[in-house]
């Protein structure tokens, strides 16, 4: 069999995101026959025995999965926390596949988070040149003046110096005491909308994403999943520019 990049057939495996691989890699974590590797090694799958700790990476592919989860408030998307708080992934109680969230929602933020065990196609969604869209409902305490939406949707320099991109920010409500926004970003900053609100002066009340690349949360409660549709996961796919794959 034709020897393939290592970090590849970890995220064939279903065990991580190519990109997490490669941080395993780079980390000295993977072994192939009980060796070292490095990045941009290659190993035969089927005769290499490859492990990442003392975890071993089987040499079938895993059947892929795709899975839309509507995240409560209170949960971290990390896959384990020392602090014992409610982790995501814990509320897909039936699936058996191992599965990771495509990106990140902070523990106080929910809807829309993505889980699959498609490491390439984790990483084409998240891969900063791709530019994917995601949408969010952001409720902020108190009004908001043209000036910040016109500094939010320009660009707006964070904390870390960093600048972001262009968006669009529209109002859907405004009440005394309450403005209801919709973000539309294309990067993945982390914590992006609270950095940019706080760095004009609003105070996040609730954020809640609602779409990534045309795929709506729609009417998932929080704590509920289930698959992609194969139309989702082309809407999708081609929001990457990979165009139409098979999806299972």
Do not use: W
């Amino acid at each position: 069999m034709e020897k393939i990049r290592i970090q590849k057939i970890i995220a064939d495996s279903g065990y991580c995101s190519r990109r997490k691989a490669e941080e395993y890699i780079s980390s000295g974590l993977v072994t192939v026959n009980g060796r070292g590797c490095s990045l941009g090694d290659k190993a035969d799958p089927r005769n290499d025995l490859i492990k990442v700790g003392e975890d071993i990476i089987p040499a079938e592919r895993a059947e892929k999965r795709y899975i839309i989860l509507n995240k409560p408030r209170g949960y971290v998307t990390s896959m384990a926390d020392e602090k014992g708080r409610k982790i995501a992934a814990e509320l897909l109680t039936d699936v058996r596949e191992r599965v990771y969230p495509v990106g990140r929602l902070d523990r106080n933020s929910e809807g829309l988070l993505i889980f699959t065990n498609d490491g390439e196609f984790a990483n084409d969604i998240m891969h900063p040149s791709r530019h994917v869209a995601k949408t969010y409902r952001v409720t902020i305490d108190g009004r908001v003046n043209e000036e910040q939406l016109n500094t939010l949707m320009s660009g707006v320099e964070l904390d870390d110096g960093a600048v972001t991109l262009p968006c669009t920010v529209e109002v859907l409500t405004e009440e005394p005491e309450r403005t209801v926004l919709r973000f539309i970003i294309k990067e993945g900053r982390n914590r992006q909308i609270r950095r940019m609100c706080d760095a004009v002066g609003l105070q996040v009340g609730r954020l809640r994403r609602v779409a990534i690349g045309g795929v709506k949360l729609g009417m998932l409660k929080p704590g509920e999943y289930r698959d992609l549709t194969k139309d989702e996961l082309r809407r999708l796919r081609t929001a990457v520019g990979k165009g139409v794959k098979q999806g299972r």
